[in-house]
């Protein structure tokens, strides 16, 4: 059973993410246009995750005190103020310091970290459990649409309309996104009124205790740290590398490799939606497996020098991510209580940031040393490590199955 206010989150977020994406590339191209330096673009998504980092620090505390949906809209309404703030502001000067623009960058960056755990956190209540995977696909196959679809017309926008132009785009997509997120109900969440007899550190350390005494919790949260390092190999700047030193193509190819990649993101969504119920029994063993056809696709990769191969390879590794990564997000939703899933959430994006930031230097310091080649052979190792470190898990995820099937039985 999937609930009304679902599509009202669904909706939400999918405007927001369009908003989202116009709104970067906006901003790049703003901060470039002025300064021409490629440093001060590189610090806008270093801003964005130093922001990301603190703001996912702070979200236990407001998670302990106010409705995760109450939070939501928020955050949305946040980000909408401040953009709009921003607008009036060059309205009335004309012009933009540097500083104000990462300052921007920083405040929607840190409200915009809330949005995510709390959808995440807010499904469960509004789907079934057997109706989980189906609506993890829902989401993340639309997230790589609008991913897809956005990143190659956002530029073409900015460029035709200009950077204000744009700009007012964002602000309607995120009053849209506020609006829709206030319609998103929640009558099993409620505001914790005795939050201040617990200090403040507890409340900070509670999503992380949990994380790390609970045996399925952690393991999820060791597989998808590991695969965020890998994943970081296939950002646009290495893929681009490849493209140009490996298959001795120019950015077209590049834009083909993308492309590639997301079309079978999109197919690996739609096949978990439409084969939803096959999944429902079988998740851990198939995230593995969706592990395993990953890092054997990677390895290929990284020793191919055939332009059209690498094209198939990067279409081929969209399913099996896709596939393991609703997997993994299920698993956290039926896993951690439903309490305690918004903090856990928020502790997964926090360590994800911080994996993220470390493995990009890391890799980017491999492919400058040993050969951009070398990265995706380093991003199958990790994946497979990461694969090991599942099976020796399994029994865990064994014993939940088995206690599922137990209460099945036991309703019937």
Not at 305 to 329: K, S
């Amino acid at each position: 059973m999937i609930k009304k206010s679902f599509y009202f989150l669904w909706g939400s977020q999918a405007i927001s993410n369009i908003a989202d994406i116009i709104y970067l590339m906006s901003v790049i191209s703003f901060v470039f246009g002025n300064t021409h330096s490629l440093l001060s673009t590189v610090i806008v998504p270093l801003v964005r995750f130093l922001s990301q980092i603190i703001s996912g620090l702070i979200f236990p505390l407001m998670v302990s005190r106010f409705r995760l949906v109450k939070i939501l809209v928020f955050a949305q309404l946040a980000q909408f103020s401040i953009f709009l703030c921003f607008m009036v502001f060059y309205l009335l000067s004309k012009s933009i310091p540097l500083a104000l623009m990462f300052l921007l960058i920083f405040c929607i960056s840190f409200f915009d970290a809330w949005v995510k755990p709390c959808r995440n956190s807010i499904i469960p209540r509004l789907a079934s459990k057997e109706a989980l995977v189906k609506v993890n696909g829902l989401i993340s196959t639309t997230d790589q649409i609008i991913k897809c679809s956005s990143w190659a017309f956002s530029g073409i926008l900015v460029i035709v309309l200009g950077t204000f132009n744009s700009m007012i785009i964002v602000l309607a997509s995120l009053f849209i996104a506020t609006i829709l997120a206030s319609l998103v109900k929640d009558n099993s969440d409620q505001e914790n009124k005795s939050y201040n007899k617990k200090s403040k550190w507890v409340q900070a350390a509670e999503g992380w205790k949990t994380s790390f005494r609970d045996k399925r919790i952690r393991t999820i949260f060791i597989v998808d740290a590991i695969d965020t390092i890998g994943g970081t190999a296939w950002l646009g700047a290495f893929v681009l590398a490849f493209c140009v030193q490996v298959l001795n193509k120019d950015e077209s190819w590049w834009g083909l490799a993308n492309g590639s990649f997301f079309a079978g993101s999109i197919i690996g969504g739609l096949l978990v939606v439409s084969v939803a119920n096959y999944f429902n029994n079988k998740k851990f063993p198939l995230m593995l497996w969706g592990l395993v056809m990953y890092a054997a696709i990677a390895g290929v990769f990284a020793f191919n020098g055939n332009p059209f191969v690498a094209i198939a390879l990067m279409f081929l590794m969209g399913p099996p991510l896709q596939v393991t990564a609703v997997i993994r997000r299920t698993l956290l939703q039926e896993n951690a209580e439903k309490d305690k899933l918004p903090k856990v959430m928020a502790c997964l994006e926090v360590t994800n940031n911080v994996f993220f930031s470390v493995s990009l230097l890391s890799l980017g310091w491999i492919a400058d040393t040993f050969g951009i080649q070398t990265i995706y052979a380093v991003a199958s190792l990790v994946t497979l490590g990461s694969v090991a470190i599942g099976v020796f898990a399994r029994s865990n995820f064994a014993e939940q199955k088995t206690k599922m099937l137990q209460s099945e039985a036991v309703r019937h």
